[in-house]
């Protein structure tokens, strides 16, 4: 085990007994941006509760909060002592500038000075932490310190999935088998395993279960199905329809469901059906986020939706659940009545959520080898006509593993396709296989190696050309532009020339995007916007240089209801034309209708509160998206936020091209640090 590495300053050991010095280090800590004043409020407001709590138990304190704030739901004791720097995503000694001298303590030297069995003792030992249930704001489990709310939803998921976990399929294997042999008729080469089949044939067997695969898999094509069948089981014997709602993180996330959901419908085999188009209305394709389905209350972290007033429903459908936090799931569960199932979809292997907690990445950690014990495989051959391969069969299978079905075939990316065997190396960590792909001149794979320091940018000719490209595949940000230019009507034309023209516009913008790893600084989020900013107004492309210009591309960043506009949508400023002769043009952004009509709806740019420019975007608020061209931009530095899930989510954006964006020293060690770090999210759902 790596131990932590001493400091570069020779300061003396830490007084374990005296608060106040504690107290005062951590202040120098937020000022020096280890710690955020949150978790320093959290330590002054325990010492308060308990003026004789030990600097052991203020010192954790902090520490769990400041891990809360990185998407941890516990702070790990024993990882933190073995190797604070990587454990607590705090900077190297020799990393750390000119002001870290004046410090009496760093972090490091107070966790050196300290032993896990006399940590835990010193925790227990206060009245401010217990082991379980209780009323302390600290929770002790093991080697794992909980704030006592996190500990709680964590007890919730675990128990809320495990209530689900029961088999009791919707009806007998025979009378399914049928159903599902019509909704899949295309012939299995060689005998392949039918995942998409198995899937639904597992979902059906109890109240809880998990659709996971990488991108093209057919995840929405599954669920479709699985949703006719679980109809068509109602309705046999003159039952009622079954209540179905569909929903998703983000905005953006529902409305791609509910247009891959239409699309699913229109190729489903209606009339091979029992109820043959009489299923149809009853299988829905609106899509809503989960804060709308729960019903959030302003200023509030509760919902109207909750154990004593669930939800009216009986199947919920949750798409791209890697960015479901542990708190929202906790609140879903709860809100869900004993009897309704619940499916989730989602790419196991992308990033996690924002906030606290991987669960989806944390249920599905054994997916891979499938586990399925002898009744699973059996109920799948009955009811499917298949069974997994015996590789993935366990007689000492867990319940939760039957109820996770993998999809394994990708529809999108072909055995030949640089973007589908890039995002399998970095799954899997082969670094060096990454690197031969981008050797092998692949059409879909592409570099752009940029030679001039962050500061000039601007300058660099790669860069340039890359966010120039328009009419040579692939596309970068002036396709949209020049379209805007070339195909804009006639200012007396129709509104709905001007509907359509705004809609193909915002699909020409989809077409290209630079995804950053980090927010700020030259080659993140910031800095990016601002460059490509300068290199499509010298290019005649952009005019104006106030906050709001035509052609400006926004990300809405926080929801709002009012405007019926969600986190993650995106909209394009355009200009409409003037009312009278003389007069300026009417400024307006145009957002997708939202409701897969292919519609548009127009907003003025002074109601929006929370919109970025979004030249380039971080790979966080890419999830739920796919664009034909994806560019993601390595900085070139390290980074504890540079890791294998967030490089393969960049990756797997990508529809037709994939383009890394980055020095030399970014596409070498710092590309290949990045795919050797995993996310491992401290959490004891799974323990």
């Known amino acids: 085990m790596q131990m932590n590495q001493p400091d570069l300053f020779d300061a003396p050991a830490p007084p374990l007994d005296d608060c106040a010095t504690l107290l005062a280090d951590l202040g120098e800590w937020v000022e020096h941006g280890w710690l955020r004043e949150l978790d320093r409020s959290f330590a002054l407001f325990l010492h308060e509760l308990d003026p004789a709590a ?176 679980l109809q068509s089981m109602a309705l046999q014997g003159g039952g009622a329809p079954l209540r179905i709602r569909l929903a998703a993180p983000t905005g953006k996330a529902a409305a791609r469901l509910a247009e891959s959901i239409r699309g699913a419908l229109d190729r489903l085999p209606w009339d091979a059906l029992p109820h043959g188009e009489a299923l149809r209305p009853h299988v829905p394709s609106a899509a809503t986020t989960l804060h709308r389905l729960l019903g959030s209350q302003p200023e509030s972290r509760h919902f109207r939706h909750h154990a004593g007033n669930p939800l009216a429903l009986d199947v919920l459908v949750v798409d791209e659940a890697s960015m479901v936090d542990l708190e929202m799931m906790a609140r879903l569960l709860q809100a869900l009545q004993p009897q309704a199932r619940l499916v989730l979809l989602g790419d196991k292997d992308q990033l996690a959520s924002v906030e606290a907690g991987a669960v989806l990445g944390e249920l599905c950690s054994r997916a891979q080898e499938g586990h399925y014990d002898a009744a699973t495989v059996q109920w799948l051959q009955e009811a499917a006509g298949q069974q997994p391969p015996p590789a993935l069969q366990d007689g000492a299978g867990q319940p939760l593993d039957q109820a996770i079905a993998m999809l394994r075939v990708s529809h999108r990316f072909t055995a030949d396709s640089g973007i589908g065997q890039l995002a399998q190396a970095v799954n899997t960590g082969d670094g060096r296989a990454a690197q031969a792909l981008w050797r092998a001149g692949l059409d879909d794979l592409r570099s752009c190696r940029l030679s001039q320091p962050p500061a000039l940018l601007a300058q660099d000719a790669k860069l340039r050309a890359l966010v120039l490209a328009e009419r040579a595949a692939p596309f970068g940000h002036a396709h949209y532009l020049r379209r805007m230019h070339t195909t804009r009507p ?8 001007w509907d359509a023209w705004a809609g193909e516009l915002l699909q020409a913008l989809g077409r290209f995007q630079l995804l950053c790893a980090l927010r700020e600084g030259p080659w993140g989020v910031t800095g990016l916007n601002a460059t490509v900013a300068e290199l499509l107004r010298e290019a005649g492309l952009l005019q104006g240089t106030q906050s709001w210009f035509a052609g400006r591309p926004v990300l809405v960043t926080r929801n709002d209801y009012g405007l019926s506009l969600m986190n993650g949508d995106v909209g394009l400023t355009l200009d409409l034309p003037a009312p009278e002769p003389g007069a300026p043009p009417v400024r307006r952004v145009a957002f997708p209708a939202g409701d897969g009509s292919g519609g548009v709806r127009w907003v003025l740019p002074a109601r929006l509160q929370a919109v970025e420019t979004v030249f380039a975007m971080t790979v966080h608020k890419s999830q739920g998206s796919e664009f034909e061209h994806a560019a993601l931009v390595l900085p070139d530095q390290g980074n504890p936020v540079l890791t294998r899930e967030l490089v393969y989510t960049g990756i797997t954006r990508a529809k037709r091209w994939f383009t890394l964006v980055g020095s030399a020293r970014a596409q070498g060690p710092v590309l290949a640090e990045a795919i050797g770090r995993r996310v491992l999210r401290a959490s004891g759902l799974m323990a």
């Open 490 to 497: 006639p200012d007396g034309a129709a509104p709905a020339a």
């Open 54 to 229: 030990g600097a052991p138990l203020l010192l954790a304190a902090a520490l769990a909060s400041h891990q809360l704030g990185r998407g941890h739901v516990c702070l790990d004791l024993q990882a933190a002592l073995a190797d604070s720097p990587a454990s607590l995503s705090l900077p190297p000694a020799h990393a750390a500038d000119a002001a870290q001298a004046q410090f009496a303590r760093t972090p490091s030297q107070w966790l050196q000075a300290l032993r896990l069995d006399a940590w835990c003792a010193a925790l227990r030992a206060s009245r401010l932490c217990e082991a379980g249930p209780g009323q302390a704001p600290l929770v002790l489990q093991g080697p794992r310190l909980y704030l006592r709310r996190y500990w709680q939803h964590e007890r919730e998921v675990r128990a809320l999935v495990g209530s689900r976990l029961a088999p009791q399929p919707v009806a007998p294997a025979a009378h399914i088998r049928p159903v599902l042999d019509a909704l899949f008729t295309a012939p299995q080469a060689s005998r392949d395993t039918d995942w998409q089949k198995l899937a639904c044939a597992l979902a059906l067997r109890q109240r809880f279960a998990i659709v996971t695969g990488g991108p093209g898999t057919g995840k929405t094509t599954t669920v479709v199905r699985l949703l006719a069948l």
